[in-house]
């Protein structure tokens, strides 16, 4: 079954750290994989995605991550952390044929920024 | 840029009431998605549409149905409404079609749904 796991329940960084958010994921074919963020109360915003091609794809907000197929594993890394990055981080595989992909979604990591 | 709009942002309910989510997706997205959030959760595939016919169903209780609209909104109808249907309720919207990269989704604000 397809399933996303994110190890990290809860990170603390201080402002100015680097980051790195691990998901690995469970999917038969290639996968969608997305990131998307969450602040407290509000909607999801994508950061980035993934459908093929070049591994490491470049997000808004400064944000990357690296497609690992043989380690079925999609981080999320940034390189100097921001207080305004606080938040809830959910990894997402899309699943599903064609054009119908529902999202299946990791527990989250939530992100708290010291200063 | 337009974004998916949700109505209403926040709805309190009584058990056994009913409830309409309303959903009104990107322009020229033709699929839309809902998703259950329960606190401190995450956010659970509910059902989806495309070109107004359901095209996949997650874990909705026969107490909800939805709907896709020629104008392409969508609705979330709920009965008979329980103290465990307490969540957030997220609209997704897409570009459907045939699987194409473009199918990336896009969500809305949310209605917290509160049943007391």
């Known amino acids: 079954a397809q399933s996303v796991t994110q190890p990290d329940i809860h990170i603390t960084v201080s402002e100015g750290a680097s980051l790195e958010l691990r998901c690995n994921y469970s999917?038969?074919?290639?996968?969608?994989l997305f990131w998307y963020v969450q602040s407290p109360g509000q909607g999801l915003q994508l950061l980035l995605k993934?459908?093929?091609?070049?591994?490491l794809v470049q997000g808004i907000k400064g944000f990357e991550a690296e497609f690992k197929r043989s380690q079925s594993s999609f981080n999320l890394r940034k390189p100097s952390v921001h207080w305004s990055d606080a938040a809830e981080y959910f990894c997402?595989?899309?699943?599903?044929?064609?054009?119908?992909?529902?999202?299946?979604f990791g527990a989250g990591t939530r992100l708290a920024v010291h200063p | 840029a337009a974004g998916v709009i949700q109505s209403p942002r926040h709805l309190i309910k009584e058990k056994r009431e009913t409830a309409t989510l309303k959903c009104y997706p990107i322009?020229?997205?033709?699929?839309v998605y809902w998703y259950q959030q329960g606190p401190g959760q995450d956010p659970q595939f509910l059902i989806s549409?495309?070109?107004?016919?359901?095209?996949d169903k997650g874990s909705i209780p026969d107490r909800f149905s939805a709907q896709q609209f020629s104008d392409y909104h969508s609705e979330l109808n709920m009965s008979s409404l329980e103290l465990g249907d307490s969540a957030l309720y997220f609209c997704?919207?897409?570009?459907?079609?045939?699987?194409?990269?473009?199918?990336?989704?896009?969500f809305g604000p949310g209605t917290r749904l509160t049943v007391l």
């Open positions: 999917y038969g074919a290639t996968p969608y």
């Open positions: 997704a919207s897409s570009l459907g079609g045939q699987g194409g990269i473009t199918d990336t989704q896009y």
């Open positions: 549409f495309y070109e107004k016919m359901q095209s």
């Open positions: 993934y459908f093929s091609g070049d591994t």
């Open positions: 322009p020229r997205h033709d699929t």
């Open positions: 997402a595989v899309g699943v599903g044929a064609g054009g119908y992909n529902k999202l299946i």
